[in-house]
């Protein structure tokens, strides 16, 4: 077990009442986390990290190890993140997801508490928002918001929303965003959610209903035409090809 510069060993606390939510699955928890990140919002991404958080500590009794197991997590998924940016946005500066250590994640007397370690979490993120943002400021805003439909494909779709969201008008919006990918945005993403379906069609066993409501469509039939039109074959044809 590891000990602080004191030599004094980490004792694990928690605070009653400090998560208000139960522990849903964590690519979906991550995938909120990422858009809150995209959107430089700092009290959404306060509300993302203790739903992130919660299902770490709700999964298994809170020992030295799950804190580790953070720790971990944590550098893998910020590590993802930053390539994922890196890529797709010239200019940006990765940071450095190492600082969240097991022992940054206790307090000043060595103790666990999920309230500091979901501070700690913050504070490394917002500064990644921040330095993603002004990338994005001076760039091309249009990048950020096709990355955010990757990420969100699979949640309704309302072009009002994400007008709102990124502060601009719809019409405006739209226009150019065909612009910048040569299509419209509901194209766009009925692209993305047919990837997806493709995927699971091949590595799955998943019911045609089931895989087109975990993709984002809520009629059975309207996936069925849209994946034909994409692909030219039915999902079920597709399935059975070679």
């Known amino acids: 077990m590891e000990v602080n510069q004191n030599g004094r060993t980490p004792l694990i606390t928690m605070l009653p009442g400090f998560f208000h939510t139960t522990s849903p699955a964590d690519d979906r928890n ?40 953070i720790s971990t997590d944590f550098e893998t998924m910020y590590s993802h993140w930053c390539g994922y ?38 504070e490394i993120l917002i500064e990644l928002a921040a330095n993603l943002h002004d990338v994005c400021r001076s ?33 405006y919006l739209c226009r150019k965003f065909k612009e910048a990918y040569g299509v419209s945005m509901v194209t766009r993403l009925n692209e993305i959610r047919i990837e997806h379906a493709k995927k699971l069609l091949r590595s799955s066993n998943a019911k045609i209903t089931e895989i087109a409501i975990q993709i984002g469509y809520n009629d059975e039939k309207y996936f069925i035409r849209t994946f034909k039109k994409c692909t030219g074959m039915t999902p079920n044809e597709y399935r059975h090809s070679k």
């Open 85 to 122: 940016f890196t890529e797709r946005y010239p200019g940006f500066t990765p940071g450095n997801a190492s600082a969240l250590t097991p022992c940054s994640l206790f307090d000043e007397a060595y103790h666990f508490q999920a309230e500091h370690a979901a501070s700690r979490c913050r």
């Open 30 to 69: 991550e995938a909120q986390l990422l858009s809150s990140i995209m959107l430089n919002e700092e009290m959404t991404i306060t509300v993302s990290v203790q739903q992130w958080l919660s299902g770490k500590l709700l999964s298994a009794p809170v020992t030295y190890g799950t804190i580790k197991r």
């Open 139 to 171: 760039g091309d805003v249009f990048r950020q918001i096709g990355s955010y439909l990757e990420i969100n494909y699979n949640q309704p779709f309302d072009q009002t929303e994400y007008a709102e969201l990124f502060h601009m008008n719809k019409d």
